[in-house]
């Protein structure tokens, strides 16, 4: 049996409540080291939410409220290593949190 090779994974994570989000987007996560390999996103806001991956430059995803996917990067040989970003589409939330995290190795 050939030996396994380890991997450094390690999280990181950001928060913002609803109450704060605007209009424009605001950064909930910034550049972290090493390869982000899956995302863990939550939206527990009353409104839908707009996420960019690259600080605010491209509308990446819309989250409509209690939207909650983990998205497998690594499954689509893809990798994370930007700024999430997020932003209200058009009405403020009145309640519930935005959080991402993300699982990385380096």
């Not at 390690?10 to 209009?23: D, E, M, N, V």
């Not at 424009?24 to 939410?49: D, F, H, K, M, T």
């Not at 960019?52 to 819309?62: K, N």
Request: neutral net charge; proline residues 5%; hydrophobic residues 40%.
């Amino acid at each position: 049996m050939a030996a396994r090779s380890r991997v450094n994974v390690k999280t990181a994570g950001g928060r913002i409540a609803g109450t704060s989000i605007t209009g424009s987007y605001q950064n909930v996560l910034s550049s972290v080291p090493g390869r982000g390999l899956v995302l863990v996103i939550a939206n527990s806001c009353n409104q839908e939410l707009v996420v960019s991956l690259d600080g605010g430059t491209t509308d990446w995803m819309y989250f409509p409220p209690g939207y909650s996917p983990n998205i497998d990067l690594a499954a689509n040989d893809a990798e994370y290593s930007g700024t999430v970003s997020v932003k209200h589409n058009g009405v403020a939330p009145a309640s519930g949190v935005f959080s991402v995290g993300v699982i990385r190795c380096e």
